[in-house]
């Protein structure tokens, strides 16, 4: 099992920036791909990013160009950032880990329990 823990989240003005955390433990971290989805109220659940553990990342388009996601493998550890945040940003982001980079996007196996982030207009 692996768990996440996702953090930073919080209240941020349009074109503002956050940066969101997600430790994880259980298992050894550099085997996972990790990734980050986001749901805002009353819509499905929405892939943003993944890495690998090499590094290699893969974003959607609403997101490209303006969040990066990145991983420190040494601290089991995580990272979103998140730069010119729009009202259409708003909604719980959650981390998510698989063994597999391609499957990822689609339905990891593991779960965080979720950060709101709300940006203001």
């Known amino acids: 099992q692996v768990q996440l823990v996702e953090s930073g989240g919080g209240l941020v003005q349009a074109g503002g920036s956050l940066r969101l955390s997600c430790v994880a433990s259980?298992?050894?971290?550099?085997?996972?791909?990790m990734g980050w989805f986001r749901q805002a109220p009353g819509k499905e659940r929405e892939f943003i990013a993944v890495?690998?553990?090499?590094?290699?990342?893969y974003y959607a388009d609403s997101v490209k160009g303006r969040f990066t996601i990145s991983r420190d493998n040494a601290k089991s550890t995580m990272y979103l950032q998140m730069n010119s945040l729009k009202p259409e940003d708003t909604a719980v982001y959650y981390c998510?880990?698989?063994?597999?980079?391609?499957?990822?996007?689609?339905?990891?196996?593991?779960w965080g329990q979720g950060t709101q982030v709300t940006v203001s207009s």
């Open positions: 998510a880990a698989d063994l597999s980079y391609t499957k990822l996007p689609r339905a990891p196996d593991y």
């Open positions: 890495i690998r553990w090499s590094g290699r990342t």
């Open positions: 259980g298992r050894t971290f550099s085997d996972y791909a």
